[in-house]
Nanobody, 116 residues
């Protein structure tokens, strides 16, 4: 069974940084693109960033470009999201995602709260 386990969330002041991690198991991690999504209360889940299977290409939502960096370590089956210059509007639950044969798999999410 595909498993995705996120960690690294927390409470941070505006302008601060956090690094999220997502540990993956039970599938061939290096064969699939990985994504981070987020969902704020009362809002739809939105795509934040995607990295290709080998890590050679990334894409970001306009709202996080220049502040967030997605990366992966295929030797550790882990994908990361480095978040800098955090803003209160980044407050959300962040989810790791992989699409395998048309099916979406999600982790349990990790809460990020940006507040002074």
């Amino acid at each position: 069974q595909v498993q995705l386990v996120e960690s690294g969330g927390g409470l941070v002041q505006p302008g601060g940084s956090l690094r999220l991690s997502c540990a993956a198991s039970s599938f061939t991690f290096s064969s699939y693109a990985m994504s981070w999504y987020r969902q704020a209360p009362g809002k739809k889940r939105e795509l934040v960033a995607t990295v290709t299977s080998a890590g050679g290409s990334t894409n970001y939502a306009n709202s996080v470009k220049g502040r967030f960096t997605i990366s992966r370590d295929n030797a550790k089956n882990t994908v990361y999201l480095q978040m800098n210059s955090l803003k209160p509007e980044d407050t959300a639950k962040y989810y790791c995602n992989v699409q395998i044969m048309g099916r979406a798999y999600w982790g349990q999410g990790t809460q990020v709260t940006v507040s002074s």
